[in-house]
Structures are given as structure tokens and as C-alpha cells.
């Protein structure tokens, strides 16, 4: 038996999504870096985005499996539903490769998309956990939902009545997750979190210091381990985040090499928020009052979907006129000095890690928001859709790492404020706010690193996994 044979395989079953791929491959790497286990990947996906195939490209060390399920989208369906449709039709194909893997992997990872290959994985002898590549606070909510009557749920969907999490801050409905905006609440949220509860474990891209007193609740608390998800351990497991590519060589890495310490704040929507043309160019003026210098992620305007760039990461660039027609008369000329416009996409990690950057105006998915804080940068918190209320209002009333924009069309006026408040030297407030993000980056850095809590809860993961290799391999030998 070779090295290579005698580790034990893990396999990850990622859904379609930059935001879902960037955590999974960090976890993949990180089993087999530090953990001494061998990974292989399945990455669903309709078609692949150009950010999403640069990604791959870089992963040697983890073996891809593409899962090119054929189906058919409706192009009115919002992204949830998108994603469900191609989950589900990728199931056979999953099955497949997973009853052909010799040896057959001690575990199958998936993400909240996937819950419903836990029992894909059980059915072939294998663990199965998920990793929640979300907040703490929203897989409280999650594991929470099975035990709330149908008078709770109502009073929040109908009479926006606070959800109530025992141990937890209170969900308020204007932070709800959007699938309680909806009338089909249940059938994609209320399915993926009762089958939390068939889980072996559940992987959070968390860490102790982040959310203290939730990991608490969803560890101690038997209202939330109650029925369904009783007994299911948790591993607080980051944060996972994108490393930066030594030596890249990018337009906008030698514009910010230009700049002061600290001085730039840097403007994106992720890898598929979108705002209407009548929302960017207030949010230009408001750039441009603001008087900071600034690099800005742009898309051309979507007025009808915030997520309308969901599937598309990366691919657009290029095919529009550009300076831009929709930004306000004469911005590009005026703030040529102090501003610098990137179409479509923009090397994020690199970007926040660099020493000129200060702010981060972010649409608040998770990831973005863990990249801001192990980077030490600020936010102005803009959430769009899923759970990025959530994420803004935890961040911004609980964590304290930045200030948050008003519902609605965020005027321009407002946006210089928030900008300001994050970025000026003078401010007391957002002084404040930029000495606890940095010390929760320091924070971040000893949870990742070995002996850390983060690093022990993800070895104890693979040991499980390890263990439960050789007690398979025993059963067999005995039964030989």
C-alpha cells in the first residue's frame, strides 16, 4: 500500500455559486495540508465562471470532479431556486461517482444546497456532514426551525414578530433571511434544516471570539438540539477564507501600490450582487463627496434581481462600453486622481490585504464579510439578498466592525456619511470600529493556526473521519 492509498479520502460536494466554491476549496486544502487526509471535490455547476475556473486551476493538491447535470432553468426563477433545480438533477450523477470511488471516501461534505446527500452518503456507508459556510447565528437559526410552531413562523412572516432563538440575539423580520420574504418558506428552508439533523456533525466558518455567544447556544443550549438535530456536534471551524496569489500582477494592485497607508476604500457587490442604475450613481456622488479615494467593483445596473450576477462571476468583462454610461456626467474625469473603476470582477483577497486599504463598502455574503476581518478592514454594510441582512446587522450591532446603510435607495448624502465615518482619521466612532475589526483579525489568525480552537475542532474532523476508515476497513476483513 502505497503512502497515498493509506490516507483516508474525504469527499466535498460543493453547489454552484463563487461565494459556496471559495470556502469549500480552503476547507479541502486545509484537510489535506494540515490534516494529512486526501480530498476529492464535486463542483456542480450549469456552466462555470471565469472567476469560478481560475479557482480550480490553482487546486492541484485537491482532486475536482466536475458534476454537469443537464437541466433546464427557468430565467425568472430567483437564485435559490436556480441552484435547487441543478442540485437536483446532479444527484444520479453524484451517486454514480461516489458507488464507482475505489476506495469508497470514509465522508461526504456538503454544503446547506446539499443537505440531501446526507442520506446518499449514509445509504453507501459513509459520514456525512455539512459545512455551513454562513454565520453561526444563521445555522442557529436553521437548527432552531424544526422546533418553532406554526404560530411563531407566522407571527414573524405575517405580523413581523422578532423569531425568538433561545440563547441568541432575536432575528427582527427587516434582518430576516429573504426565503421568510417568500411563501414557499418551507419547502426549500424548512427540507435543508431537518435534514441538518441526519448530519454526523456540522462544520461553521466560525470562530469562538466571533460569535461567542452564539457557538455557545448551538453547543450548550437543548432547545436547540432538541427533536430532529438533538445530538448533532458542532466544529467552529474558521475562519476559511481565499488566500492571496503570490505574485500577482493586476492593473489595480499597482494603482493601490500608488496610494497612501490606509486610504483607499474599496467598493463591491460580490460575485452576484447587482443594484439598479438610479442606486449607482447615487452611490457615485456619494463616492465622490465623500472625498476618499476609492477602487470600485462595477456592473452594469440590473433594476429587477440584486443577485442577477449569481451564476455569471467573472464573464462579463469586456462586452460593455466603457467608461460606463450609466455612472453620472464627467464622475469618471473627476475623480480620475482618486478613484479607479474595475469592471466586473476584481482580485478580492488581494485587494482587502493590502496595505492602502482601509474601508470595505461589501454586500455582506459571509465571505466577504470573514475577508474584511481577517484583512482588519472596516465595513459599510450594504446588504441585498439570502442572509446578508443578517450578516449587516450581526456585524455591524453585535460585532461591531462596521456601520450599516438604510433600506431602500441609499441617497447620496447617506453615503458619504457611512463612507466617512469608516475612513476618516477624525472620526471617534469609526476609530473604534477599525481598532475592534483589527483585533479580531489577530483573533482569527490564532483560532487557524495549529493548537488553535478552529484547528483542534477540524482535527477532531479528521480524526473522526480517520477512525471511522479503519473500523470500515475491520468490518470488512471480518466479513471476508
Known sequence: MTAQESKTNVALLVSPGIGHLIPFLELAHRLVHYHNLQATLFVVCSSTSAAESHLLQKSSAVNIVPLRP????????????????IMSASS??????????????????????GTWALAIAHELGMLGFVFMTTSAWFLSLAMFFPTMDKQMIDDHVYSHEPLRIPGCSPVRFENTVSVFEEDDYEGFFGIMARELGTADGILSNT??????????ALTEIETLTYGKVKGVPIYPIGPLTKCCEPNLESEVLKWLDRQPDESVIYVSFGSGGTLSEEQIKELAWGLELSQQRFVWVIRPPVDTDSSGTFFTAGNESGDHKWPPEYLPEG?????????????????????????????????????????????????????????????????????GVG????????SREEIESKVRKIMAEEDEEGRE???????????????????????????????????????????RAAAA
Open 70 to 85: 443537464t437541466v433546464s432553468l427557468d430565467p425568472n426563477a430567483n437564485f435559490i431556486d436556480k441552484i435547487k433545480a
Open 92 to 113: 444520479p450523477l453524484l451517486r454514480r461517482s461516489l458507488s464507482a470511488a475505489q476506495p469508497l471516501p470514509a465522508a461526504l461534505i456538503v454544503d446547506l444546497f
Open 207 to 216: 470562530w469562538q471570539d466571533l460569535e461567542p455567544t452564539t457557538i455557545k
Open 331 to 399: 464622475f469618471v474625469n473627476r475623480t480620475k486622481e482618486v478613484g479607479l473603476l474595475v469592471p466586473i470582477w476584481g482580485p478580492q483577497a488581494e485587494i482587502l490585504s493590502h496595505r492602502s486599504v482601509r474601508g470595505f463598502l461589501t454586500h455582506t455574503g459571509w465571505n466577504s464579510s470573514l475577508e474584511s476581518i481577517v484583512n482588519g478592514v472596516a465595513m459599510v454594510t450594504w446588504p441585498l439578498y439570502a442572509a446578508q441582512k443578517m450578516n449587516a446587522a450581526e456585524l455591524t450591532e453585535e460585532v
Open 403 to 410: 456601520v450599516r446603510v438604510s433600506e431602500g435607495l441609499v
Open 433 to 475: 470600529i477599525r481598532e475592534r475589526v483589527k483585533a479580531l483579525k489577530r483573533s482569527g489568525e490564532r483560532a487557524a493556526a495549529k493548537g488553535g480552537s478552529s484547528y483542534n475542532s477540524l482535527a477532531e474532523v479528521a480524526a473522526e473521519c480517520d477512525i471511522f476508515r479503519r473500523q470500515t476497513q475491520l468490518r
